[in-house]
């Protein structure tokens, strides 16, 4: 008799992941889909880091690595965070994972307890609320729209705040919205932090290269938050390194050290090539990827551009990451066929059936008006995919 745990059973799958399983079926029966729902660079991983990982083969880096990461690479990493960010870190706080996934799901599992309240600004990520809820923790989303920019009010994570809340977590730049905290948005969010010292903020910074402004910030800045920060990055999307599965954190002693226990009895140390490689990446300046910065920026600019001359899609203005997170409720309650469109997850179907391109439902990511849509992918096919979302949307009325 078969028999799954609660915690499994009420799940949810990754609905990135599930869109992006559907679109590979339908390729193989032979339909033409263009895939604009998995968020991976599509350029290759730069030769430079991949010749490091050869020599790491070749140096026969194949034995059991420390839990927390080769000393030289947690160096490497600290040493950016000052070059890049003028943070200090001593590499003792840093942890290195299996990607910037078992990263959070490490500290997650460190620091909550059963009906420990950790407050999400929406839109987030897919796996920020179901890792919570895997650790037996309770989500409590913040809500923002298009007409902020998808920024939070300072106000509303103020009277969200209660006796249980162990954790705030957010990114910048954002996955989904392409949203890039300010100084002054990271400030204010941390004058309000300051006030709960028994709170941890999570800064998810994964995308922190892939920044069209140019300078990014992180609120580990501000003296009255540092201790109570951790922040997650990796070499996944900077470096285009997804397979790779490398990411970390910067964080407190404390929560390193717990970082490190919880890994050391779930996967223990990570890929020894894969760390070498990453080496590579974190120890060169950030100018050598500066193409691919360029390039999806030209990609964002013709995506947005695209999208704003569709009727009845409202897109922002996203200022990093690969996505653009357009409103799209005008649409709901409009048919075709004699079938009714209610909501963002059946208009993402809908455009998956009618116009051959893959898109996310916004209510994945805690946004019900919206779709998200990734631009890492050609020129030529972003065209193409908003001319046939164009096509697929005519025909509802």
Not at 51 to 75: D, Q
């Amino acid at each position: 008799m078969e028999h799954i745990a609660t915690r499994i059973k009420t799940m949810l799958p990754s609905a990135t992941l599930e869109m992006a399983q559907k679109s590979r079926e339908l390729k193989q029966q032979g339909v033409d889909i263009i895939s604009l729902s998995l968020g991976e660079p599509d350029f290759d991983t730069p030769d430079y880091i991949k010749e490091a990982g050869i020599r790491a083969i070749e140096k026969n880096y194949s034995k059991y690595p420390p839990v927390p990461g080769y000393m030289e690479l947690r160096e490497a990493i600290a040493h950016k965070l000052k070059r890049d960010n003028n943070l200090e870190y001593k590499p003792s706080q840093v942890v290195v994972s299996t990607g910037a996934k078992q990263s959070l799901a490490n500290i997650f599992l460190s620091v909550l307890d059963p009906g420990d309240e950790v407050i999400i600004f929406a839109p987030y990520w897919v796996t920020y609320f179901e890792q919570v809820k895997l650790a037996e923790g309770v989500p409590v989303v913040i809500q923002s729209d298009i007409s902020t920019d998808f920024k939070i009010n300072v106000k509303e994570l103020e009277e969200a705040i209660t006796e249980k809340t162990k954790l705030v977590i957010f990114s910048s730049p954002c996955n989904p919205s392409g949203t890039v905290f300010t100084k002054e948005d990271l400030r204010e969010i941390a004058q309000v932090i300051a006030n709960y010292p028994e709170i941890t903020i999570i800064s998810d910074e994964i995308y922190e290269l892939i920044n069209f402004d140019g300078t990014h910030e992180s609120i580990a800045q501000f003296p009255e938050v540092k201790e109570q920060t951790v922040i997650v990055n990796g070499v996944s999307k900077g470096f285009s390194m997804t397979g790779w599965r490398i990411g970390y954190i910067a964080a407190p002693q404390w929560l390193a050290d717990a970082c490190i226990k919880a890994q050391g009895q779930i996967t223990s140390g990570t890929s020894t090539v894969s760390q070498m490689a990453a080496l590579e990446a974190i120890a060169n300046s950030p100018e050598k990827i500066r193409y691919m910065v360029e390039e999806f920026k030209e990609r964002k600019e013709l995506v947005v551009a695209g999208l704003n001359e569709i009727e009845g899609v409202e897109c922002n203005n996203p200022q990093g990451a690969f996505y653009v997170f357009p409103d799209v409720s005008s649409y709901f309650g409009k048919s075709y066929q004699g079938k009714t469109i209610r909501n963002a997850s059946e208009l993402a179907l809908f455009i998956l059936e009618q116009g051959q391109v893959s898109v996310v439902t916004g209510e994945a990511f805690g946004s019900d008006t919206t779709i998200r849509i990734s631009y890492a992918s050609s020129k030529e096919s972003l065209v193409e995919a908003i001319k046939r979302i164009k096509n697929s949307l005519t025909l509802l009325n």
